[in-house]
């Protein structure tokens, strides 16, 4: 098969580049060893549709924010854990307001960026893993769209039990979801349809991530309706207690521990 | 096979995208509906690597132009044929020179925007195909790298005939390449050594592009060395009588029908 990538650390190879050519420090990546080339993280579906999206964002500061974001961060209370902290921007910005925040993250080269930023308290590992160990938190951030954590219906309560396992009394789950359902671009709702027939919630997307010789494995990644999370959270030991919509089809959806 | 593209004219649908953005012509593409989308041409070699790019250069004015594209436009004499027009940038800058100019693409969609954007003269069709009609050229130009249409050793002299076929006497071609040994990245430097070993030369991409749902076929473009290009020449009906190197890695290869 043509082009295959190697299976890598897609997420951090990305996020050291952005952060290269953010701040010179490291080696810029380079057009013909001459003109800087522009990092572009390329996220392929199952599908066939592929789409590149300028990784500067993972390392934005507030001005450069979405509107919902500020509001995700205004909601913390207590201790945090960011869930997939990436470039670290949450977390940073809450270090800086004196917020004890822990950083989890998959990727290696993303802790290893974070760290170069100055984000003081990481973890390299998934949620399950973390789990294992005794550390508890106030507020489960999954911003950036972590929401799609979830995966599906298979892994919803086996996801929501770990981030509970982390959970004090009484904490919540801030989260960003986006509502997939108003497009009416064929090459999406083709894909809803085709999602559904096979028992799969519409916006359960397969997707792997690429950049140059790397790739990730085929995952899942669910983008929900707070109608569609409310059905996955039921019979977990987390209620959905609030949808904020302002910015819809994005939206924060706040989750307490029953 | 997972994540394969519909065959189709992707080059076409990025310039589409790409003029939208640029002008509010047309719908433009959108993140959930909201938020404008980035429009970046997704370009994978066989060995793996994937890169995106951002579309807007093939739109670009003069102003954002690399220095070799103002020296090429320089060097124009009489009619000519841009080969490979894409966008128009060059067609249209020579049309407001009042240098009677023909944009040659495979593309449909492409063409489509070159007439929004109002290149007169234009061509649909390779130029092996263009080359059967009866309108011959002062110039024919291969700009934006487009001496890969070269292919390899095995188009060469296939390619150059058609060049020649569409020439007056006397006619040039000035055409933009890149040298590819300059680089120690090992992504690079071992696909090569891979290439040789299979008898092609080494900076011989096999390449395809993608643009969300869309793909071309797998084709070869070649990146070669000024040397490599003279041998290539030999024997056919032109001859390379100027090399500019002054923005090196990159150069203006001129050459003449014998």
Redesign the interface.
Known sequence: ??????IGDVFGELLRDAYAVETGIGPRPLV????P??V???I???????????AAHYLAGPDDW?PYDHRAVDRVTGSVLDIGVGGGRIALHLQARGVPVTGLDVSPGALAVCRRRGVRDLVLGTVDEHATGDRRYDTLLLLGNNLGLIEGRHRAAGFLGALAALARPGARIIAHG???Y??TDP?HVGYHESNRRRGRLGGQL?L?L????L?TD?FDYLVCTPEELAELVHGTPWRLTDVDTA?A??YLATLRLA
């Open positions: 098969m043509l082009g295959e990538p190697r013909g060893g001459r003109l080339r522009p572009i993280e390329i392929e579906r199952d599908d066939g549709l592929i789409n590149g999206a300028p979405q986006t509502d997939p108003g497009t090459v397969r792997r690429r950049y140059r010789e790739g085929w910015d089809p994005y």
